[in-house]
């Protein structure tokens, strides 16, 4: 079958690889002019993982990622609240890592090793499922035919908005927003950990990357209005919001204004009941967005693009059948992600006094061995078996 897909970041380039392997035709599509440098780590484990070692990618995630010792929480007088090494949540097995998302997404994307039609700098302008297949036309004004569309192309899915209708009927804003950039030479720096400091309404992560790049992520609570979409606008929104904040936020704006590379989006979730309509379906967080808030969304775009694929093999291409038991098997599982993520605002930028001292509680008590599974195990746990993929 020939597959159109819509986005190469992480869901994308997964599907396209394992539709490859089934003996389809997928063709990538890309919005951007190459693929996305910069954005936030994301810790790496779980079904995701296991879907990375059948692609035979851990070994490149580990070259590219990192392994950090500890997470340290600090307060406002620059004094440790907490401390807790990574495995306490994740597990100590070894089968984790932390990698800047575009790493992720490239190691994906040369995995495909040039075997797949990739179409930068352009976005689909219609799709016309005439039932036997899909006419699809371009922003360009090419038009193609495809047996089937599927839109991995996150959040803001054109694909899903071009299919399902406007954003605003899926979208359920979470009342925070996310900064993330990277700056060369700042200090200090703490190796292998990842400090945060929260204060009412906000927290700040630093983390020290390679070649003295020390990356920030602020996530702000916005309660008024529409988040800005303008980068310039966003990090005056940053500017209002933390000022008078203590510990290093005031020299870690100083710092933004050489940023390397700057990423600015508002934490929601996609809520659907369904991901696919006749020949179109969605994958990622086109899908079932689960926010910034949930930490694994890269991990689950992975895992919902694997099975898709499988399904399809399974079906043996009936696309119907393959997009029900694909929501089926997948959508407990996510809404679970979701709803937990909703709980964890409390922890990205508390509301109030009472909320930052039950986020600094909460801290103390991952530092105390078998706690943090008991505090945190189930959001982190994925409760999904990955089905077996046909040899080709």
Known sequence: MRVLIMGAGIAGPTLAYWLLHLGH????????????????LVDFWGAGFDVAERMGIVPELRDRGYEFVEARSIGRDGRPIASFPPSAIVGSDGRYVTIARSDLASTIHAALDGRVETLFA?????????????????????????????G??????????????????????LGIV?????????????????????DVGF????VSLRDDATMFCATVRHDGGAPPDDPAEHR????????????????????????????????????????????????????????????QGSAL?????????????????????????????????????????????????PQNRSALAVRNTVMRLLGLPHVS????????????????????
């Open 203 to 206: 927290q700040m992560l630093r």
């Open 25 to 40: 035709e997928p063709t990538l599509v890309e919005q951007a002019p190459e693929l996305r440098r910069g954005g936030y």
């Open 122 to 150: 352009t976005t689909v302008e219609a799709i016309d499922d005439a039932g036997e297949v899909v006419h699809v036309t371009f922003e360009n004004g090419t038009r193609r035919e495809f047996d089937l569309v599927v």
């Open 373 to 392: 599974r008991l505090v945190m195990g189930r959001s982190f746990r994925d409760a999904v078996e990955l089905p077996a993929m046909p040899v080709v």
């Open 236 to 295: 005056a929104l940053l500017r209002r919001r933390l000022a008078g904040a203590r510990w290093e936020v005031p020299a870690i704006l100083d710092a933004m204004a050489s940023a390397r590379t700057f990423y600015a989006d508002r934490a929601s979730q996609i809520r659907m009941p369904s991901w696919a309509r006749g020949r179109v379906a969605l994958v990622g967080d086109a899908a079932a967005c689960p926010s910034f808030l949930a930490g």
């Open 301 to 349: 775009a992975m895992v919902g693009a694997y099975v898709l694929a499988a399904e399809l093999a399974r079906a043996h291409g009936d696309h119907v059948e393959a997009f029900a038991r694909y929501g089926e098997r997948l959508g407990p599982l996510l809404r679970s992600k979701q709803d937990a993520a909703r709980g964890l605002g409390l922890a990205f930028a």
């Open 152 to 173: 991995a192309d996150g959040l803001h899915s054109r694909v899903r908005e071009l299919t399902f209708g406007p954003q605003e009927q899926f979208e359920r804003y």
């Open 178 to 198: 996310v900064a993330v950039f990277d700056v060369a030479g700042y200090r200090p720096r703490d190796e292998l950990t990842a400090v945060l400091h929260a």
